[in-house]
């Protein structure tokens, strides 16, 4: 499966426009990171701990994205964007959306 | 007794917040010329000498904390207004971080141009009435690597 965030795929040509596919997580840390973010605030630094929780969460949005664009019957996803808001203390929701199509080499 | 502690958590947070900043700038200023063979190009459409390479996604991500003596700088300019410097480098610092991850994770892929960079900027926190906690920056794009079909 073709994850792009352009609007064309360099050297191939689109020839089906399936729909928008999609994908999200909401995940949260358990209480002992958070603590140790809260002690983070104080010192500065990187948040180690929801830098990984971020980037594994993501993971798993962009993998329901392709789930759903493989049962659409699509060989590549196009013009993907992210999106993540925090939606409660300690929890954040990722978001990614695309455009699932078919392509075919020119 | 309030104040002392007060007093303390700003002095720790001025001298290892000083710390790990410029700590920081080192280390990303040192891999900004490493991986300055990656070109990262926020144009929407690459140039047709890209043709014939394959794309693939790529994003790179981090979470930086402020520091006690930020929060305070900064609570304290909101009052008079004007430039907020502590947050500036703040930020500076997470997306030059976040193109460094990206960079390198294309340089992975043996990935010599990205192009379509788009940056995301969110606020993590569970005190986000008082002010910034942490910030989460994202950027990703679209990473052009050369198929050997091409050569």
């Known amino acids: 499966m073709l994850i792009s965030n352009m609007e064309v795929v360099p050297g191939k040509r689109i020839t089906q426009h399936l729909g928008m596919v999609q994908g999200s997580t909401v995940r949260a840390k ?14 500065g630094g990187e948040l ?9 969460s993501r993971e798993e949005a962009i993998d329901r994205l392709k789930q759903q664009a493989a049962a659409l019957g699509a060989n590549a996803v196009i013009n993907v964007r992210f999106s993540t808001s ?21 | 007794m309030e104040l002392i502690v007060f007093l303390v958590l700003l002095g720790l947070g001025y001298v290892f917040g000083r710390l790990s900043e410029s700590r920081h700038y080192r280390s990303i200023i040192q891999r900004e010329q490493v991986l300055r063979g990656v070109s990262v190009v926020p144009v929407k459409i690459p140039p047709p000498e890209y043709l014939r390479h394959e794309s693939t996604l790529v994003c790179g991500s981090v979470v930086i ?23 500036e480098s703040l ?25 379509n960079v788009k ?33």
């Open chain 2, 91 to 115: 930020l500076d610092r997470a997306r030059r971080e976040a193109v460094l991850r990206m960079q390198d994770e294309a340089r992975q892929l043996g990935a010599e141009t990205i192009y």
């Open chain 1, 48 to 56: 180690k701990g929801y830098t990984e929780l971020l980037s594994e």
């Open chain 1, 86 to 106: 925090s939606i409660a203390a300690g929890a954040s929701e990722i978001f990614v959306y695309g455009t699932a199509v078919l392509v075919e080499d020119r």
């Open chain 2, 119 to 151: 940056y995301e900027t969110s606020r993590i926190g569970e005190n986000a009435a008082k002010g910034l906690g942490s910030v989460e920056v994202l950027a990703y794009g679209t990473a052009l690597i050369a198929s050997t079909a091409s050569k």
């Open chain 2, 65 to 87: 904390s402020v520091d006690y003596f930020k929060t305070v700088a900064a609570s304290l300019r909101n009052i008079f207004g004007g430039r907020v410097g502590a947050y």
């Open chain 1, 30 to 43: 358990h209480a002992g990171r958070d603590i140790m973010a809260g002690f983070k605030n104080i010192f």
